[in-house]
């Protein structure tokens, strides 16, 4: 039996909520071949350890990559690697954001210049910069290739991003199949600017777009960033054609498997200064849209799916076994088994706060520790219950719920379950304490 195509399509800080046929036209087109997961959520709402958890298939906590600026250890074997062992060209093209000690003094640094061979996580094929937002902008910037070689590029940065991946298509052994992982930085913020950039040509036409419910109760800077956000997602989109095109033109496209999500999600800087590092459906709630591989139909599944379920749904689906060591579901045996659903999904949240979270079909509910900033610890001995909202009657996570005492059971049973998760992430049991902060929304 021919093996499939891989192509992984990863985007960054895209909230679930905007994929629609006016905006994501081509991706919608994917949802009605594939599958649209519609109960999609990060394991970590920060760029390095979520993207550290896609290369170990474990949580950020297990492989060490808990706060951005933590290489992946040499101890982890790279998702590339099995790749490699069956056979597989591999490829990887973007942001990698898993080579540089953030620590000064200490380690490698390698934020804007070339990332070492032995830190590319395995794969034979790169064109890629560590932390994408420091070698380029909106528009214009560089990667290097595999052996160091600046590669400068002009242009919207999602466009060029892209032409490196339709470039490695041109220029593979056609003869072997391929998993090649796509990391674009758009639509997240521009670090140095402080600002969303959107594609020039588009912003205007986002100008009235409707915000998003949960988002307009709040201060943040929604307003003004909003309409460079859909634009750079509305460009991500045409890109995405730009791809299935190249492969339809190839005749590869049915021998394809495509997966495209994000990494996290956006508040607008309502729930803390920034715009993640938070529990809150805005922050965690992502996009997942899988194309072939058993993935077919325009089905939409609402059971509970999770960003560490991707390393081993990918293994799965190229037919190679699955590490023991591994933390998440594989999504191809849920798929087609209707009465297989887990009672929540995990996220380990650091920097902002360390704090801990489960998200069940109807609740939310999280836990941190006292320190007032998450880099103080990474874990710890002593949780206080932070956050707790019925999403069922508040959708928007309007009201925080956890002191009320109309609750109490609830948030029982939402402890019993975080402390499981916890102990299956292989962290140590906590003590779990009643809230002693004033609630907050």
Known sequence: MKRKNIIFYFSDQQRWDTVNEEV????????????KFENNFTCQPVCGPARACLQSGVFATQCGCYWNGIPLPDSITPLAHYFNEAGYQTAYIGKWHLASNRLPGIGLHCESTAVPKEKQGEYQYWRAADVLEFTSHGYDGYVFDGDGNKLEFKGYRADCINDY???????CDKDKPFFMFISQLEPHHQNDHHTYEGYKETVDDYKDYPLPDDLTFLKGNYKEMYPDYMSAINRLDYNVGRLVDKLKEMGIYDDTIIIYTSDHGSHFKTRNPEYKRSCHESATHTPLIIKGGGFEGGKKETRLSSLIDIPPTLLSMA?????????GVDLTTQINNPDKKRDCVFMQISEASNSRAIRTDRYKY????????GYAHHK????????????EKDPNEKENLIKDPAYKEVRKEMKSLLLKQMELAQ?????ILPAVIKRRK
Request: aromatic share 12%; proline share 8%; glycine share 4%.
């Open 380 to 391: 710890a001995k002593v949780y206080f219950e932070n956050y707790l909202y019925d999403l």
């Open 165 to 171: 991946a339709l470039e490695y298509l041109d220029n």
């Open 319 to 327: 037919g190679i076994p699955i590490p023991s060591s591994y933390m």
């Open 366 to 373: 999280e836990v941190r520790d006292c320190a007032i900033t």
């Open 24 to 35: 994501t036209p081509n991706l919608c087109r994917l949802a009605k071949e594939g599958v």
């Open 427 to 431: 962290e140590d049991k906590p003590v």
